[in-house]
């Protein structure tokens, strides 16, 4: 069900030669050491130097790669979801209950140090910085928003949703208010308010 | 306008001897400059060091007054309002003309530099800090919060919203969606986009 919010299908790997494969394994060595050293340490005390040890790698290496500290992290996110299928809602032709499984994932997700802590770096850093703001709306947030904009342009065929509903204003009606809470730990992120959201938003977008 | 969104009212400051009055000077020169260095410098470049030679006061100074360079850029948005009147939303007896009212207000804001600089750090260190978090919701955000819901509580009185409906959530269906476009920067903000927002809304919770 984590896929669903924010995990994103990579793209299926070939076979690769010998320093290709070395390469992969460094790669992934540091993007794990950086998802590891986030929650451990605070996002503030993580630098590429601390990530390089994790992984066994040269410093050199990560700055060859990788534009920021905030890119790492990006791409760490990335990393959980390759190799998994594309991603897609759950389609059981019941929208509401749809969203609700998929809202309360969201809240499960949020409620688990080892996500929570990454996706808040990432997100601090994406406010900051206008470069991986578009980076992230290309390789994670639009992916995954095309996704949920699949489902409810089958709820709209249904005529469940509205059929002109501004697809983007949905998700964030849904969405916002839910990661807006949760970014400034302003109110409880329960399953109760994840149905909320979800009826609230039938309710402005009903056909 | 502008206070309706963010600005807040201060406590009317009385007489004070001639050292409170020079401890008042230099804690608003060193408001005044946190709040220009912000857009001059990027928030990430702007130090205590910084800070405290634009204002022409010891490094010290700050450390004993402010915890951290987050709560500087808080107290610098809180004396913008110093001084003015209580926070009061307009109220003409329709809900939905006082709150595209208010909401664009907040679009003109986000459109500003020189508020949307300072406001952008805080939204940045809020997320990273929850201590400054509690204090942003006691000192800001609440008494900001409760002036909207006063507002509400009227428009409920007027047959105009669900008598039911829970304000937080309201104000978040509201806001939310316009400050996350915001901060990361995900699509544009117009007045059209404000008034979509205020018509989902009464939709959402129409009585």
């Known amino acids: 069900m984590r896929l669903v919010s924010f995990r994103l299908a990579g793209v299926?790997?070939?076979?690769?030669p010998n320093a290709a494969r070395r390469s992969e394994r460094s790669r992934q060595a540091v993007l794990t050491a950086a998802r590891e050293l986030v929650p451990e340490l605070g996002y503030a005390r993580v630098t590429i130097e601390a990530i390089a040890a994790r992984a066994g790698v040269g410093k050199q290496t990560i700055y060859r790669w990788w534009p920021s500290k905030g890119a790492v992290i990006l791409d760490s996110i990335l990393a959980l979801s390759e190799g998994e299928q594309g991603v897609r809602l759950p389609d059981t032709g019941e929208l509401a209950a749809d969203l609700r499984a998929v809202m309360r994932a969201t809240v499960a997700?949020?409620?688990?140090?080892?996500?929570e802590a990454p996706l808040r770096a990432l997100t601090i850093e994406i406010a900051a910085d206008p470069d991986?703001?578009?980076?992230?709306?290309?390789?994670?947030?639009?992916?995954?928003?095309?996704?949920?904009?699949?489902?409810?342009?089958s709820a709209q065929r249904a005529g469940q949703l509205r059929?002109?509903?501004?697809?983007?204003?949905?998700?964030?009606?849904?969405?916002?208010?839910?990661?807006?809470?949760?970014?400034?730990?302003?109110?409880?992120?329960?399953?109760?308010?994840?149905?909320?959201?979800?009826?609230?938003?039938?309710?402005?977008?009903?056909?």
Do not use: C, I, N
């Open 12 to 16: 299926s790997r070939t076979a690769k």
């Open 109 to 115: 997700e949020f409620a688990d140090p080892v996500f």
């Open 163 to 207: 059929p002109d509903a501004d697809l983007d204003l949905v998700l964030e009606v849904l969405y916002a208010p839910l990661q807006q809470r949760w970014l400034r730990r302003s109110g409880p992120l329960t399953d109760d308010y994840a149905d909320a959201l979800v009826d609230l938003t039938l309710r402005a977008f009903a056909p």
């Open 132 to 153: 991986l703001a578009a980076m992230y709306r290309e390789r994670l947030a639009g992916p995954v928003d095309e996704a949920k904009k699949e489902r409810l342009r």
